[in-house]
């Protein structure tokens, strides 16, 4: 005994879980000078919220505020909800798997939307639990319907990622409610909202909304795209008691950096600046989406900062000739191509390689 030669024995349900893969890096010196790969916001962090983490290397001999006391309290009251009902993560895809890991094990069902945000699938097995993947609707919008008819005894979470990534389709207020009438007390829907800063459809429900008097609803929100603070990984979730506290308890430990608290704080305090960026985003976005529209592609309707063009086999070649033209773009394989809206020069390369493809 102990003499072994093997390998130390891993859970059965990592085999064959892919790697989740971020989005390809503009090279450096390449020709590849713009990234539209990762749905990040292209400018870079406002100066009071640089100056808000001057000092911070200070204290990194020191443990953060485990509690997040200050951001906590800051979006407790931006959004009328109780502190308790707030938690914070390293990322909003931290929370998404402290979510799964706090619901749901082998034998239990996950739902969502396919295609969708692509670290469902991988954090569904990490957890033991079964994806229960439910096709985009030919206008590539979710298919409510035939989620509600997916739920099973073994169901305990739902994701409906509203504005979808990666096609910036979103669903609306009422099919939403109707939807959320028909799913049982007992299983939690997460509305995954990383995007909903972008969203003008003023038919598009705000999730916080809806989680008031639902009980089983939470809702993700990020500081990685519309506040741009990808790099400093922190998101947090909006939700009822219970939900809440299993959040805090199957938190990584002092997950999120002291770096990253302050300068989310002071985004919050920012925010009429950073939702003007927003607002020349989202013009880039109906830019673009006419330009393409323009040059004779189908595409559908976005509320994120991205757009999404379906190409099939040709999905590979597209993105080639994107660098080409100095982009790089997110292919999935013979699926299509999400393109991420950044300086309006990047979006004038990614037009001019999309009309020459056409
Ligand atoms: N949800 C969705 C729908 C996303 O697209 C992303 C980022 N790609 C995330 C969650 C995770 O973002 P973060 O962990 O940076 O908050």
Same mark, same amino acid.
């Given at each position: ?18 790697? !989740? ?11 590849? =000078? ?8 292209? !400018? ?75 670290? !469902? ?7 033991? /639990? ?15 319907? /035939? ?26 207020? /009422? ?6 009438d028909r799913v049982p007390s007992d299983v939690l829907v997460v509305i995954d909202e990383a995007y909903r800063e972008f969203v003008r459809d003023t038919e598009v429900p705000d999730g916080i909304e809806l989680y008031r ?24 979730? @909006? =939700? ?16 999120v950096s002291q770096l990253a608290q302050d300068a989310a704080v002071a985004s919050l305090r920012a925010e009429d600046e950073l939702l003007g960026r927003v607002g020349s985003l989202v013009a880039e976005r109906e830019r ?30 597209? /993105? ?7 982009? @790089?773009?997110r292919p999935f394989a013979g699926e299509g191509v999400r393109v991420t809206i950044g300086e309006s020069e990047a979006n004038d390369l990614f037009l001019k390689a999309a009309e020459g493809f056409r």
């Amino acid at each position: 005994s102990g003499t072994s030669t093997g390998s130390p024995k891993l859970r059965a349900e990592l085999d064959g879980i892919p790697t !989740y893969k971020p989005g390809k890096p503009a090279a450096a010196g390449g020709p590849v =000078a713009f990234k539209l790969s990762s749905n990040e916001n292209p !400018y870079p962090p406002l100066p009071g919220v640089m100056e808000s983490v001057v000092g911070a290397a200070e204290t990194f001999n020191r443990y953060p505020d485990m509690a997040c006391t200050a951001l906590t309290q800051e979006l407790a009251d931006r959004f009328g909800v109780p502190a308790s009902h707030i938690a914070t993560g390293t990322g909003s895809v931290g929370i998404a798997q402290s979510l799964i890991q706090s619901t749901s094990g082998p034998g239990d069902e996950v739902i969502y939307a396919w295609r969708s945000f692509e670290a !469902y699938p991988i954090i569904t097995r990490i957890s033991g /639990a079964t994806s229960v993947q439910v096709p985009l609707t030919e206008g590539e919008v979710h298919d409510l319907d /035939a989620m509600a008819e997916a739920i099973t005894d073994r169901t305990r979470l739902i994701f409906v990622c509203n504005p979808n990534n990666p096609t910036g389709t979103a669903v609306r207020r /009422a099919e939403l409610e109707r939807f959320l009438d028909r799913v049982p007390s007992d299983v939690l829907v997460v509305i995954d909202e990383a995007y909903r800063e972008f969203v003008r459809d003023t038919e598009v429900p705000d999730g916080i909304e809806l989680y008031r008097n639902r009980p089983n609803v939470a809702v993700l929100r990020t500081f990685s795209k519309a506040y741009g603070l990808a790099g400093l990984r922190v998101g947090f979730a @909006v =939700a009822h008691e219970p939900v809440a506290a299993a959040l805090r308890k199957t938190a990584v430990p002092f997950g999120v950096s002291q770096l990253a608290q302050d300068a989310a704080v002071a985004s919050l305090r920012a925010e009429d600046e950073l939702l003007g960026r927003v607002g020349s985003l989202v013009a880039e976005r109906e830019r673009v989406h006419a330009g393409l529209v323009a040059q004779g592609w189908t595409v559908a309707d976005t509320q994120a900062n991205f757009v999404w063009l379906r190409l099939g086999e040709r999905t590979m070649d597209f /993105a080639a000739e994107c660098e080409r033209h100095g982009v @790089v773009v997110r292919p999935f394989a013979g699926e299509g191509v999400r393109v991420t809206i950044g300086e309006s020069e990047a979006n004038d390369l990614f037009l001019k390689a999309a009309e020459g493809f056409r």
